[in-house]
Structure formats: C-alpha cells, structure tokens
C-alpha cells in the first residue's frame, strides 16, 4: 500500500511559478513509477507528467513540456512537479499517482492522492 499526500497547491498569475509535492508513505516508494495527473472542471483527467522508478526516464504532456519539471527525492519519497511559465489554461486539480511502470495513462497508476487545486489568474 502507499498513500499520497499532494501539497503546495494555491493561486499564481500567468507566468509565474508553482511547486507541488507529493509525499508517499510506504518503504516501497522506490519500487513504483509516479505521475502528476490534472482535471479541470468539466473535463476529464490528464496526463501530465511522470517519472520512472529510477528517475532516469521522464514523460510530459505536449502542453506543459518547456515548462514543467517533474523530479523525485527517494531518501524524501517525495516526487515534485515545477510549474513554470503558468497559463491559465493549467488551472486544475492536479492528482499524484504511483503504479509499477511509467506511463500516460491513468489505468497504470494503482494509488491516488486527493488532489491539489492550483489556478492560474490572467
């Protein structure tokens, strides 16, 4: 089992920046890729970003790469999305995930956090 825990959520204007984290509880963190899943009012859950087990692979979405990093810290079990040059269009709640294999969608991911609202004001 692993729980996720999402943070550093909140308000920002375009172009700004924004830093969530993900805290994984569970001495298996290592064993599992994480992802950054967002949804937005209306709309279905995306991909956002992910990383791979051991850090050396990483995925983006076409509209946030450039602009968002995703990292993890293994001694933390924390994984990070930087959020750079925010557009209002990235105003949503964003969700952590862990699952066996890095990839973009949400059927790989077994574990979820409860979100983190981020909103981008023009």
């Known amino acids: 089992q692993v729980q996720l825990v999402e943070s550093g959520g909140g308000l920002v204007q375009a172009g700004g920046s924004l830093r969530l984290s993900c805290a994984a509880s569970?001495?298996?963190?290592?064993?599992?890729?994480m992802g950054w899943f967002r949804q937005a009012p209306g709309k279905e859950r995306e991909f956002v970003a992910a990383?791979?087990?051991?850090?050396?692979?990483?995925l983006y979405a076409e509209s946030v790469k450039g602009r968002f990093t995703i990292s993890r810290d293994v001694a933390e079990n924390t994984v990070h999305l930087q959020m750079n040059s925010a557009k209002p269009e990235d105003t949503a709640a964003y969700y952590c995930?862990?699952?066996?294999?890095?990839?973009?969608?949400?059927?790989?991911?077994?574990?979820w956090g409860q979100g983190t609202q981020v909103t981008v004001s023009s």
């Open positions: 995930a862990a699952g066996p294999l890095v990839g973009d969608s949400p059927g790989g991911y077994n574990y």
């Open positions: 569970g001495r298996t963190f290592r064993g599992y890729a």
């Open positions: 990383i791979s087990r051991g850090g050396g692979r990483r």
